[in-house]
């Protein structure tokens, strides 16, 4: 990631990004346990909400020295954690690694759908992505349908991708040109946005 921040606020129509915080953690675990979410996760989910808070002050740390953003997902006017959703560049610059996660109870409202368009705005015009992919287990239409809904193309199937609960899942791999993302961005745009870098950056 180039630059680290001290403070990110992204604010659509439906949903607002912000840092994620300690006091995220008892929302966070109370959604993420559930089966239905962690069926479609890499990861395998916390053994106890200590575990989420202790993740979440690293994460504090990491953002301000630039190695990720990790964003708690709520509704604009209500605060409180929904879901969560992170740009990395864990293998290359310039090429932002998505992933994100959503509640149950606030799934097919196209919450999930406005937490991508926001983070890609937030990668193409602050982060100097080139490229910006994800992930998505093959069956999991619905987050390939939000995906496909800011732009992204299926570009292949990574066949035996990740090691999960005792088997190899395969994964589509879902990517957005910035050359793409600039042609559409005359559609989109934050209805409030407050960058700020990390002192020295």
């Known amino acids: 990631m180039p630059a680290g921040?001290?403070?990110?606020?992204?604010?659509?129509?439906?949903?607002?990004?912000?840092?994620?915080?300690?006091?995220?953690?008892?929302?966070?675990y109370r959604l993420v346990v559930d089966e239905a979410?962690?069926?479609n996760l890499a990861w395998d989910g916390p053994a106890n909400e200590a575990e989420i808070v202790d993740t979440y002050q690293r994460w504090a740390t990491e953002m301000k020295a630039g190695e990720g953003c990790h964003l708690a997902i709520e509704l604009p006017d209500v605060a409180g954690l929904i879901g969560c959703i992170d740009v990395r560049f864990?293998?290359?610059?310039?090429?932002?690694d998505i992933g994100y996660?959503?509640?149950?109870?606030?799934w097919n409202r196209?919450?999930?759908?406005?937490?991508?368009?926001?983070?890609?705005?937030l990668s193409f015009k602050?982060?100097?992505?080139?490229r910006a992919y994800a992930t998505v287990f093959v069956g999991n239409i619905g987050s390939r349908r939000v995906l496909g809904k800011n732009g992204f193309s299926l570009d292949g199937t990574l066949r035996s991708h990740?090691?999960?609960?005792?088997k190899f899942l395969d994964s589509w791999f879902m990517t957005l040109l910035r050359s793409e993302w600039e042609a559409s961005q005359q559609q989109f745009t934050p209805?409030?946005?407050?960058?700020?870098?990390?002192?020295?950056k």
């Open 90 to 96: 864990p293998r290359h610059p310039r090429q932002a």
């Open 5 to 28: 921040f001290s403070h990110i606020e992204l604010v659509g129509d439906k949903v607002r990004l912000r840092p994620i915080r300690e006091g995220d953690a008892t929302n966070a």
């Open 110 to 121: 196209g919450y999930m759908t406005e937490a991508v368009r926001l983070v890609c705005y």
């Open 126 to 130: 602050y982060l100097d992505a080139a």
């Open 191 to 200: 209805r409030y946005e407050d960058i700020v870098a990390a002192e020295g």
């Open 101 to 106: 996660w959503l509640g149950v109870p606030y």
């Open 162 to 166: 990740v090691y999960k609960r005792g």
């Open 37 to 39: 979410v962690l069926a």
